[in-house]
């Protein structure tokens, strides 16, 4: 009798247990039904045209597409695959959950006092605003609408930091190709190597090919893959001046070789390579005179070619 009872007194609590699951199941999927996944993005962001993020400490970042091509701050052009990435970010990102109610207040004065603004743009027209945040251990990443209590966001399917595509540096936005010509737009180029002359050369048109100034025998095959070199070099990333203490007197001494390339529109561009030494390990270089760079192993030997590779 005693072993009935304790068997339905087991089956009572099985029932219960299962009956608390489905309820507890039924009200989370409930309070994550109403969340809208919309929230932080915009209807068609094809037609936003500019993103402006504003940290709270330091200058803000105005990215704006002129029609042909995205611009960082007005100044130089933006890296295509950087505004691929931060588009990708902002349609796929969704909020996974609100912020415990009692962190709420703590999270939305940390996003407010060490976050970003965002401000998404059709024309001149803002149409979204928010702010972006992250955990100490930058493993969360938090949305919070002006208004608005602060979710955690997710893009579905990943583990991502995704607050890190908002705090790149303005140098972090710009694009890496150096030389902005290829074989349509191409006059001339120059390499020259201060401390051995005699590597020197110029390229230009000869007639009706491109060759070197002095040197009618060259190789073309050679030529055309130093040219094709140079079109393509990137930096590996730029870099503060203020990170090397020893650049002021690398510029000083002046760069192993400087190669200068000029359009058929009468545009400029300068690349000077500093020397690999033992206290520069580093393969430094600066575009035009004021951006500094560092350049990878295969690109800098690539362009580091003198007058004597082109012989036959």
């Known amino acids: 009798m005693q072993e009935k009872r304790n068997i339905r007194l087991l089956i009572t609590l099985i029932v ?80 996974r959950r609100e912020v415990a109610q009692t962190l709420q207040d703590s999270v ?3 996003i407010k006092t060490t976050g970003y603004e965002i ?4 024309g001149d027209q803002l ?17 919070q609408l002006p208004d608005g209590v602060p979710y955690i966001v997710q893009v579905p399917g990943y583990r991502l930091y995704i607050a890190s595509v908002f705090e790149l540096s303005p140098l972090e936005w710009r694009d890496k190709w150096l030389f902005n010509f290829n074989w349509q737009n191409f006059r001339a180029l120059t390499a020259s190597f201060p401390t051995k002359p005699q590597n020197d050369f110029t ?13 009618p025998a060259a190789d073309t095959t050679r030529l055309n893959n130093y040219l094709d070199a140079v079109s393509l070099v990137q930096a590996s990333r730029f870099v503060q001046p203020s990170e090397f203490k020893y650049l ?56 580091a070619r003198t007058r004597s590779y082109f012989g036959n």
């Open 248 to 303: 002021d007197s690398l510029v000083q001494a002046g760069p192993e070789f400087t190669i200068r390339v000029s359009d058929i529109a009468n545009r400029n561009y300068s690349l000077e390579v500093y020397p690999v030494t033992e206290k520069n390990t580093v393969r430094l270089a600066r575009l035009n005179g004021e951006t500094v760079l560092l350049l990878n192993r295969a690109d800098r030997e690539a362009i």
């Open 203 to 215: 390229i230009a048109m000869q007639q009706t090919y491109f060759g070197i100034e002095g040197l």
């Open 108 to 110: 939305s004065h940390h």
């Open 119 to 122: 401000q998404l743009f059709e």
């Open 127 to 143: 149409v979204k605003q928010f702010r972006v945040g992250g955990n100490a251990s930058k493993t969360e990443t938090y949305f």
């Open 16 to 95: 219960s247990c299962v009956a608390l699951a489905i309820l507890i199941y039924a009200g989370n999927r409930e309070a994550f039904s109403t969340i809208d996944k919309q929230m932080f993005r915009v209807e068609d962001q094809t037609r936003i045209n500019k993103v402006v993020i504003k940290p709270v400490a330091g200058g803000a970042v105005e990215l704006r597409f002129d029609g042909a091509k995205w611009l960082v701050n007005n100044s130089y052009q933006a890296d295509r695959q950087m505004i691929q990435i931060l588009f990708a970010t902002l349609l796929q990102t969704e909020p």
